[in-house]
């Protein structure tokens, strides 16, 4: 009978979220926040979190000094002084077998976060003192009971919005697993299950929701994780084909005479991962379909040199070259570095930039769509739709991750190759998720002559050392940098803290030198007139907030002492770091933290042994995850639900792998056995990633 009506005690997976029973039109609107419109998708809004109270210990069994989690209904919460300054908040809990009192010193502020009659977990060491039981600071979380009986279960914590508690979310989810999930359908053949050691879908979307134990849970979240991170890997694979297929692109295929002629330009010889990287280039190029590749290297590994390889090798064969840069600084210093180069060659090169005068721009415009401009080099000036090349064959993007991949697809259309670069090294999980469609080459060694650089970790009672040998330094006529901490995400703050920093310093350790101050709230007249104060060493240091990381280029300077470091990312200490080691002196870097931040210290420990970007970028994506640095919203690609690319990295690498093999079995998925998980990859994944015309 068909039936989804509100009467109706049977829940469809079509069922608007209104109807389902205890929802109804007040809180459908706030569920409608959390994109949950149907009964079905409550099924796949998974929890993003669990409390585990499986291991709960009762008061009875607790031990003298050992870690127990204890779980039970807040009596009281007192807070009382204990001297000047000092307080101690008291709650107590009444748990199975008797009490425990958990205890805070100096967190007053604490107490609000607590009510009698709530149930609180807490873990940590408990002791015994005066015939009670007692734990100080343990780890706490309120549970929301709504009721039931929770201890022994593994809960899910859901994202919630406002309106909607864990309580009535825990048992709205609970309803419509228990009515729908036997409508849920297995789009993995039952083969392909047993090969993958998969469990059902069914199995799985109730584990995740309702684990029965630990292991349950971590079936579930296997089989959900694959799903997604393999149904992504095909929607790429599918993307590719079409691309493949529909698109095609000039053959630019290189011979020993053009590859003669373009390395005589170059004042140097390539380095190895240079020649690896030209020749992934060139295979592509030969081609008569698009490239599509993504150019990793940290800055200074020498990309400049490649591009301007893959843009002669186009030229050579009579088409034009289009290169983006993020800014126009990054624009101009690349027609220089380019002119640099080509000037002896016959190669015409165009700036566009925003800055041109309306006559200079309508002039460039007609060079380029006559084809009298062959490299035409401009920010996004170059993708307004009044520029019309006439054989445009190759498109080169430098630091892509500073535009958006929208953009990218405008210039699709008139450009057959693509060549990515990126100077923000991209941890191999996110290239081989993100880039999935994207072939990458990366460069891991700069070019010989790079200076070294030396970075300390000095304690409080070795400062008065490290100013010494600064001032020593200084005396030889090297210059520094002065880094201030990050207070907070305000400008003024980090002005206010360097102001501090200023003083200190000029009136302390480095009274007798010549010191400049420079900060984000400078106009650009007054940054410009102490850059060049300090680039002609009429300023020996310069006081600075994370604006020096950009741009700056002083190679005299070779100091840098950073104070509070442990507040900046490994990525920003690396882009800091940078300034020093540029010309032909070591450089030197002290890192000033908070020594009793072990965490903190750990990662600075990991810093100061390596000056390879690259494994700065994988360590900072593991010790502080994707969201800071590289969310995957700012790449455009469809947010994940469940899979957690750090975590689940081997999946991802799984996923990858299987997904290739599948499609090379059956390019289309449109056999029996792949077709309704096609389906569910174009339902899923068609719109985000443009595979309109699969099918
Ligand atoms: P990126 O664009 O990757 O930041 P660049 O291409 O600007 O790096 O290269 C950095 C510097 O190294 C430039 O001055 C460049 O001329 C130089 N360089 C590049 N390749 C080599 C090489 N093979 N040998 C010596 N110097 C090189
Ligand atoms: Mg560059």
Request: charged letters at 25%; glycine letters at 8%.
């Amino acid at each position: 009978m068909p039936s989804a009506s509100p009467a109706d005690n049977e829940l469809a997976l079509t069922t608007p979220v209104q109807f389902i029973p205890g929802v109804g039109p007040r809180r459908a609107k706030a569920f409608e926040r959390l994109g949950l419109r149907v009964a079905r998708d409550f099924l796949f809004f998974f929890p993003r979190d669990y409390q585990d109270l499986t291991q709960i210990v009762k008061i009875s069994d607790l031990q003298d000094g050992e870690v127990a989690p204890v779980l039970g209904e807040i009596s009281s919460v007192l807070v009382r002084s204990i001297g000047p300054r000092r307080s101690l908040l008291e709650v107590v809990l009444d748990a199975e077998g008797g009490s425990l009192a958990a205890i805070w010193f100096n967190q007053p502020f604490l107490e609000k976060r607590f009510r009698e009659g709530q149930m609180l977990l807490v873990a940590g060491k408990t002791k015994q003192r005066a015939g009670r039981w007692e734990v100080t600071h343990p780890h706490n979380e309120i549970i929301e009971s709504d009721g039931d009986s929770v201890a022994g279960k593994l809960l899910p914590v859901y994202p919630l919005t406002e309106g909607i508690n864990q309580g009535a979310m825990r048992r709205i989810m609970q309803s419509v697993v228990e009515r729908c999930l036997g409508d849920v359908e297995e789009i993995f053949p039952e083969s392909f299950c047993r090969d993958k050691t998969l469990i059902g879908i069914q199995e799985a979307i109730r584990g995740i929701h309702l684990p029965e134990n630990q292991s349950n849970l971590e079936q579930a979240r296997y089989r959900l994780v694959y799903q997604e991170l393999l149904l992504l890997q095909l929607g790429l694979g599918l993307r590719r084909a079409i691309r493949a297929k529909v698109s095609t692109a000039p053959k630019l295929e290189v011979t020993t005479k053009i590859d003669s002629r373009i390395r005589r330009l170059f004042p140097f010889d390539l380095t190895e991962g240079q020649n690896v990287a030209i020749s992934d280039i060139t295979q592509d190029l030969a081609q008569s379909h698009p490239m599509n590749r993504l150019l990793q290297g940290d800055v200074g590994s020498g990309k400049t040199v490649i591009a301007l390889y893959a843009t002669l090798l186009a030229v050579a064969h009579g088409y034009q070259v289009a290169i983006m840069a993020p800014t126009e600084v990054l624009a101009r210093q690349h027609a220089r570095v380019l002119g640099g180069f080509l000037a002896k060659s016959r190669v015409r090169t165009q700036l566009i930039t925003g800055g041109l005068s309306r006559s200079q721009r309508e002039l460039a415009l007609v060079e380029i769509s006559q084809g009298s401009t062959d490299v035409a080099i401009g920010t996004h000036a170059l993708v307004q739709p009044d520029v019309k090349f006439s054989k445009l064959g190759l498109v080169i993007i430098d630091e892509q991750h500073k535009f958006g991949v929208r953009q990218r697809a405008e210039l699709k259309d008139d450009g057959p190759h693509y060549l990515v670069m990126t100077a923000t090294p991209i941890p191999r999980t996110l290239t081989m998720t993100l880039f999935g469609d994207l072939d990458v080459s990366t460069l891991r060694d700069a070019p010989p002559g790079r200076q070294s650089i030396h970075t300390y970790l000095p304690g409080e009672d070795e400062r008065d050392k490290w100013w010494n040998f600064f001032r020593t330094q200084l005396d030889q006529g090297r210059q520094g940098f002065v880094i201030a901490p990050l207070i907070e995400e305000s400008e003024v703050w980090d002005v206010a803290s360097l102001t501090e920093v200023y003083k200190e310093i000029s009136t302390g350790v480095l009274q007798d030198y010549q010191i400049g101050m420079l900060h984000g709230k400078m106009t650009g007249a007054e940054k410009d007139n102490v850059i060049t104060e300090f680039y002609n060493n009429r300023l020996q240091v310069l006081v600075s907030t994370t604006v020096v990381e950009v741009g700056i280029d002083v190679p005299n300077a070779s100091l840098m002492a950073i104070e509070g470091a442990e507040r900046f990312g490994l990525a920003q200490l690396h882009q800091l770091r940078g300034r020093i080691g540029r010309g032909k002196h070591p450089g030197y870097c002290a890192l000033f933290g908070d020594s009793t931040n072990e965490k903190a210290m750990e990662r600075l420990q990991a810093f100061s042994k390596t000056i390879d970007g690259f494994e700065l970028a994988e360590l900072d994506f593991c010790t502080r995850g994707p969201g800071d640095l590289f969310g995957t919203r700012q790449h455009g690609m469809p947010p994940l639900r469940i899979a957690d690319l750090l975590r689940d990295a081997d999946i991802v690498a799984l996923a990858k792998r299987d997904a290739f093999d599948m499609l090379a079995t059956d390019p289309g998925l449109s056999g029996d056995a792949y077709h309704k998980i096609r389906d569910r990859v174009l339902l899923r994944y068609g719109n985000v990633l443009e595979l309109g015309d699969v099918g």
